[in-house]
């Protein structure tokens, strides 16, 4: 079975500090992670994604995600916040030969000036 | 390059009506995939199809047909709407290959009265 968690409904950072979402997962098999943002009123948008290699994966926007296996969690990252990161990420999984994605509940980030 | 293309926007129905949901993909992409999003459970797998006529269930089935009769398209039926089906359905398209990412649609605000 695969799963997602996300353990934090809303996080709040200020405009210049570094922000951190944070999700565990669950799956059969090798991992296939990916995180996407969702602003008000549109789609989801792919943000980066980790398949294998370097840990940490570099994306979209200046976001950058950490994969650690011992602890089955994809974190995702930003080292200076801005006000216009503000929106609804969700963390998704797929496991070795699955086609479906499985997603989390989302993470509500807010940026305050 | 359109992407994923679902219409309606916004619809409202009233409880018993049927419609159906359109989603069109011009990326000659295999895999599809309907969700719907509710508040605080994050994006659900409705039925998702790997190829020209080939479909099946995801985790919340119930009400819904589809079809694939085309790579394009993959229409979304409610079959009798009830007031349990308000949300916001999403269709993605993929390749079928699990380290790839999905392209999601803008959405379908749907309201069932």
């Known amino acids: 079975a695969q799963s997602v968690a996300q353990p934090e409904d809303q996080v709040k950072v200020a405009e210049g500090n570094p922000l951190t979402v944070k999700c565990t997962y669950s799956?059969?098999?090798?991992?296939?992670l990916f995180w996407y943002v969702q602003y008000p009123n549109r789609g989801l948008q792919f943000l980066l994604k980790?398949?294998?290699?370097?840990?940490l994966v570099k994306g979209s926007y200046g976001f950058e995600a950490e994969f650690n296996k011992s602890q089955t969690s994809f974190h995702l990252k930003k080292p200076s916040a801005l006000v216009s990161d503000s929106a609804l990420y969700f963390c998704?999984?797929?496991?070795?030969?699955?086609?479906?994605?499985?997603f989390g509940t989302g993470t509500r980030l807010t940026v305050i000036p | 390059n359109a992407g994923v293309t679902q219409t309606p926007k916004f619809q409202v129905l009233k409880t018993g009506q049927s419609m159906t949901l359109q989603c069109a993909q011009d990326?000659?992409?295999?895999?599809m995939s309907w969700y719907r999003q509710d508040p605080g459970m994050g994006l659900r797998l409705i039925h998702y199809?790997?190829?020209?006529?080939?479909?099946d269930q995801g985790e919340v089935p119930n009400g819904y047909n589809v079809s694939r009769s085309t790579t394009e398209d993959f229409p979304l039926r409610l079959l009798s709407a009830a007031p349990s089906q308000t949300s916001v359905y999403f269709c993605?398209?993929?390749?079928?290959?699990?380290?790839?990412?999905?392209?999601f649609g803008q959405g379908t605000r749907l309201t069932v009265v």
């Open positions: 799956v059969s098999g090798n991992p296939y």
């Open positions: 993605a398209s993929s390749r079928p290959a699990e380290n790839t990412e999905a392209f």
């Open positions: 990326m000659n992409h295999e895999y």
């Open positions: 199809s790997v190829g020209a006529g080939i479909t």
């Open positions: 980790y398949i294998t290699g370097d840990n």
């Open positions: 998704a999984v797929r496991g070795t030969g699955a086609n479906n994605l499985f």
